[in-house]
């Protein structure tokens, strides 16, 4: 008995075909590093140390702090972020977001401390506004000398 073999069927995918399966895996890997990066096993809601011990003063009249010097400006020093608010007031909380540790910026139109990462927004006062972040950021004493041009930052 002999074996035959029928040609198969059309086999060309069409061009719209193949460029949907392309792109829904493409979408599909990407999704998946993100889910990834995002997991539980990530550090999740990484606690300041609030035994940490910070005591520093920053001169207003050094270059690398005259960030400080104009409503919004900040600057980044010990792990500790100091901003001046849209109300000219100094304010000082930890650096790093309590959610994965990425450093925070500030957003002097919302007068909020930011995570360019995943997005948590922290007050003035490093509660939290919007997360993925649960635990605020922990909050140091400012204390301004106008006279000296100093800004001192203790817990």
């Given at each position: 008995m002999e074996t035959t073999v029928t040609p198969a069927e059309n086999?060309?995918?069409?061009?719209?075909?193949?460029?949907?399966?392309?792109?829904?895996?493409?979408?599909?890997?990407?999704l998946t590093r993100c889910m990834a990066g995002c997991s539980a096993q990530a550090n999740p809601d990484p606690t300041p140390d609030p035994t940490l011990k910070i005591d520093f003063t920053l001169r207003l009249d050094e270059k690398?702090?005259?960030n400080l010097l104009v409503k919004g400006g900040y600057v980044?020093?010990?792990?500790?972020?100091?901003?001046?608010?849209k109300d000219g007031l100094y304010v000082a909380v930890s650096a790093k977001c309590t959610h994965q540790g990425t450093e925070l910026t500030f957003k002097s139109v919302e007068n909020q401390f930011y995570c360019p990462l995943h997005?948590?927004?922290?007050?003035?006062?490093?509660?939290v506004v919007v997360g993925?972040?649960?635990?605020?950021?922990?909050q140091y004493i400012v204390e301004v000398n106008t006279a000296a041009q100093t800004i001192r930052v203790h817990n």
């Open positions: 086999t060309i995918m069409p061009r719209h075909e193949f460029f949907r399966l392309v792109g829904t895996s493409i979408g599909a890997i990407l690398i702090n005259e980044i020093k010990n792990d500790v972020i100091v901003a001046q608010t997005q948590s927004r922290f007050n003035t006062t490093g509660q993925p972040a649960t635990q605020p950021l922990t």
